[in-house]
């Protein structure tokens, strides 16, 4: 298992971490002509938890992340199933002077300039290391972005953080108040994609289930434009840090919504 990887040499992903290879891979092309309604796929929401830990943003040398362990639970996953916690979330983008791609999942084939990922674990296990290469111990959700002429509030704690973490393993504590379930907005998270599929980074292990809202959510071009100026390692700037779509092979894509 290799832990050096970049998104310069996406296509060699598989020959030092097989299950890049796989045919369960993420991210995809979501069509809705090609999907399937399952009408037991409820609203999903986040249920606070009781957890005073601070928020750290890091810079991991290939995304900004922010730690959210036992801040909150993402709820109805699936019918009947477990909780699952939200570990972290973090973000996909495209490079300055590109304001059309950078998100991983395409929706009718468009990409967006931005995607973020609420990364959660089943709570079957004790820590998302456990869970990670475990069939569907992972439940990842993506929210698109796309650009509008106003900024958007909810991210502006993080945005403001990030001219502090410029550098590949900075980081900071957010002291402004986040409100993630106000950036992500309850009603959105009853309009999804489903399907199964894999971690979009080395070492892609398929043990993800995917939703990826249907609406997205605005940012401004000076927030696209903060992510875009984070350098990874040896202080390149940080750019393309997507994935390119996968097939979908035999899988079946479902939807919640009509
Ligand atoms: O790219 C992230 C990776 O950084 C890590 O967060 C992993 C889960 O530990 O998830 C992938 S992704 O599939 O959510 N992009
Ligand atoms: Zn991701």
Redesign the pocket.
């Known amino acids: 298992l290799k832990e050096h990887w970049s998104y310069e040499n996406i296509t060699i992903w598989s020959h030092d971490n097989r299950y890049c290879g796989g045919n369960l891979q993420?991210p995809i092309d979501l069509r809705f002509n090609k999907s399937h309604i399952d009408r037991r796929l409820k609203a999903m929401y986040l249920q606070k938890q009781n957890s005073h830990d601070s928020l750290q943003l890091i810079n991991?040398g290939?995304?900004a992340?922010l730690n959210l362990k036992n801040h909150f639970v993402l709820k109805n996953v699936a019918p009947a199933s477990e909780d699952y916690r939200v570990?972290?979330i973090?973000f996909?983008w495209g490079h300055a002077n590109d304001d059309v791609n950078g998100s991983?999942h395409l929706l009718e084939g468009r990409s967006y300039p931005l995607e973020m990922?609420m990364?959660t674990y089943s709570s079957w296990f004790s820590n998302?290391h456990e869970a990670?290469s475990n069939t569907r111990a992972?439940a990842?959700v993506g929210v698109f972005f796309e650009l509008s002429f106003e900024s958007n509030p909810f991210l502006q704690p993080i945005i403001n953080a990030l001219g502090r973490i410029r550098d590949n393993g900075k980081h900071v504590v957010i002291n402004e108040n986040f409100n993630l379930k106000a950036l992500i907005g309850e009603k959105r998270m009853r309009r999804y994609y489903r399907y199964d599929g894999?971690?979009?980074?080395p070492p892609c292990y398929e043990s993800?289930i995917w939703s990826v809202l249907q609406e997205p959510l605005q940012l401004s071009s000076e927030q696209l434009q903060a992510f875009q100026r984070l350098h990874g390692e040896k202080s390149v700037l940080m750019k393309n840090t997507y994935r390119t779509i996968q097939s979908i092979g035999s899988r079946k894509l479902f939807r919640s919504f009509t």
Do not use: D, F
């Not at 894999?198 to 980074?201: E, P």
């Open positions: 993420s991991n290939h995304t992340q570990e972290q973090h996909h991983e990922h990364v998302i990670m992972l990842v894999s971690l979009t980074t993800v």
